[in-house]
């Protein structure tokens, strides 16, 4: 009797050990998954990139280099000139991460070190939510309240365009406010990484609250404010229907330039995928894949640059 | 002699004293001055960040309290809010069991070391890549080549790799938070690791992972250029069905397709096709504020929990 009992016992804790074995097996596949996708994610891309070149026979240095973009060739013959989508992607970018990095380093300078309880108990949930703003929100405001102005701000310069308004400045804008809270919350963190001994020292040596935020807070956590820049660009360049709602543009204005050329419609890499890459076949869309292949590997880049600089902060 | 020797010493001390007077003045000027351009700048973030939310709800509210926009006609968004939530809770079964099995081995199974890096780069490299490339991603791998075509399944399989990272990361701290001697005190029990985890850590953790699944919810809610090639910008005739095989749009999509490639073709007028984007835009603020209010709410609770134990 007993010794059934003890052999039923042993054969019980062998079924669950068993068990055991295999939710774990079954956990290790999700986790691996992960890494599954994002391989599959950089194969498939890259498998389906190169063929513009190998099937469509064009020249790499014509693809990246022109400027002419028709692949569906509505304008007669098909054209791959990318290089105008890229410019497009990299001014808007860059340019509107000129005005993020001040407002958002300042701001979370702000919130961390000299605000009142009451400013951090205001701020804190709005940033919260904008991190999660969906883009065609902020594309729809865009189209509604920044281009009327920008419009008829432009217009001695735009020469009173009917299409004044949409272009690069609007862009700029929309990727200021959907980049924004990203990096000050990234900001913040980075900041609030820091010890408060870093900062009661630098305060008991004699400095003001000012020196203390610029001398010993800053570059105590440059290397995480870093990343947050960074992340803050990966998001811009990779950010597509609230840009591609204010660009409205099919070709980047012929060279050369004045300053009308952000105040016009035009083109950059994501409006052009968004709104075409649907329609084509073949070599045209073949076309749009080597241009995500492009903004994968930039945002691969970013990524990289991101984890090697979080790699070298001192507080995380 | 002595008085004459004092004097300048006296003059030199004084000197240094108004030298040091004017560079703490300096200082103290500058402090000011940099603390006033901060709290500017602050402000100018907080009062955008404001008025956004201000301008957005205003703007739709004409709309919102017109009842054809709550219908199923061109002007109603009856379809949009259906397949919203639609593919929201088919996009979470999936999402959650996976990733919570994932943020399980990492936290529970796996060994500190190479392993968790090389999954944690991965997570970072795939929550960098635009969700536009991602959607390009789902459109030829489940769309064309698992012949799902347009559909549900192809945006929620998308979606699922969209938020994969994020869940991961938040299910991973909710495992974390919850204190070692638990599991410790149930597998001194005798139970098994998978029983611990079961009966002990899941159930502890299970406020913070269920804010976890309130933040991917907004995630999923906003997102639309994953969704554009994946699940199509249009319904089919009657989009009212669990079916998950049919193409359809969703708020965000329609708001876009309303603004941009669509806009004319739909056959509303210009200021109603407006009027209908100004309320979808009130509608999204106001589900992603709700979001953000219960997850701050379901955190406090936690926060109360655990004081009060």
């Known amino acids: 009797m007993q010794v059934a009992e003890s052999a039923q016992q042993a054969q019980h804790s062998q079924r669950s050990r068993l068990f055991d074995r295999i939710m774990s097996v079954i956990f290790l596949i999700c986790a691996v998954l992960l890494v599954a996708i994002i391989l599959s994610v950089i194969f498939f891309i890259a498998s389906q990139s190169w063929q513009v070149f190998v099937q469509g026979g064009v020249g790499f240095f014509q693809y990246y280099f022109g400027s002419f973009w028709d692949p569906t060739g509505a304008s007669g013959s098909p054209a791959y000139g990318a290089g105008g989508l890229i410019i497009g992607s990299v001014v808007t970018t860059v340019l509107a991460m000129v005005i993020v990095v001040p407002f958002a380093i300042g701001t979370a300078v702000f919130f961390t070190e000299a605000a009142p309880q009451w400013v951090i108990r205001i701020l804190q949930p709005l940033i919260e939510v904008f991190t999660g703003i969906p883009s065609v929100v902020i594309g729809f405001l865009g189209l509604v309240t920044i281009i009327p102005v920008v419009q008829k701000i432009s217009a001695p310069i735009t020469g009173n365009l009917p299409t004044g308004g949409y272009g690069w400045a609007t862009a700029i804008l929309v990727l200021v406010i959907m980049v924004l809270p990203t990096t000050l919350s990234i900001s913040i963190d980075s900041l609030r990484a820091v010890p408060d001994s870093v900062r009661e020292a630098s305060l008991a040596l004699g400095s003001t609250r000012w020196q203390m935020m610029w001398r010993a807070v800053i570059p105590a956590c440059a290397a995480s404010l870093g990343t947050a820049v960074v992340l803050g660009f990966t998001r811009a360049i990779g950010e597509a229907l609230a840009v591609s709602l204010v660009l409205a543009g099919a070709q980047i204005p012929a060279w050369p330039w004045s300053l009308a050329v952000f105040f016009q419609p035009n083109v950059n890499i994501t409006q052009q995928i968004a709104q075409n890459f649907q329609e084509t076949a073949g070599t045209a869309q073949y076309a749009y894949w080597t241009l995500a292949f492009t903004l994968l590997v930039i945002t691969l880049i970013f990524v990289s640059i991101s984890r090697f600089l979080s790699s070298r902060s001192v507080y995380k | ?202 159930p502890t953790a299970l406020p913070v992972i269920i804010t976890g699944v309130i933040l991917t919810a907004g995630k999923i809610i906003g997102e639309s250029a994953a969704l554009i090639f994946t699940m199509g910008l249009f319904n089919p005739g009657n989009v009212f069905t669990l079916n998950p095989l049919i193409p359809s749009n969703t708020l965000t999509t329609w708001l876009y397709y309303l603004k941009g490639p669509g806009a004319g073709t739909t056959g509303l007028t210009s200021a109603q096709e407006t009027a209908v984007a100004a309320g979808i835009s009130a509608v999204l603020i106001i589900l992603l504020l709700l979001i953000n209010l219960s997850a701050r709410a379901i955190g406090r609770f936690i926060q109360l929990r655990t004081t009060a134990a």
């Open chain 2, 1 to 202: 002699m002595s008085l004459q020797e004092a004097l300048p010493v006296q003059a030199a001390d004084e000197a240094r004293v108004s030298a040091l007077r004017r560079l703490t003045q300096r200082l103290s000027v500058t402090n000011t001055i940099a603390l006033i351009i901060l709290s500017l700048i602050t402000l100018a973030v907080g009062a955008l960040f404001i008025w956004i939310i201000i301008y957005l709800i205003v703007e739709g509210f004409t709309t919102l309290i017109t009842p054809t926009f709550w219908g199923t006609t061109e002007a109603g968004i009856a379809p949009q809010i259906f397949n919203t939530f639609y593919i929201l809770i088919l996009t979470e079964i999936i999402l959650v069991p996976v990733s919570l099995a994932g943020a399980i081995y990492l936290v529970e199974y796996s060994p500190q070391g190479r392993f968790i890096d090389v999954i944690h780069f991965a997570a970072e490299t795939l929550s960098g890549v635009p969700s536009l490339v991602l959607g390009m991603f789902g459109f030829l791998v489940f769309a064309v080549y698992a012949h799902m075509g347009i559909s549900r399944l192809a945006g929620a399989l998308t979606l699922l790799c969209l938020n994969f990272p994020l869940a991961l990361r938040l299910f991973e701290q909710a495992l974390q938070s919850v204190p070692n001697d638990l599991r410790e005190g149930a597998l001194a029990l005798g139970a098994t690791k998978w029983r611990a985890i079961r009966t002990v850590v899941l």
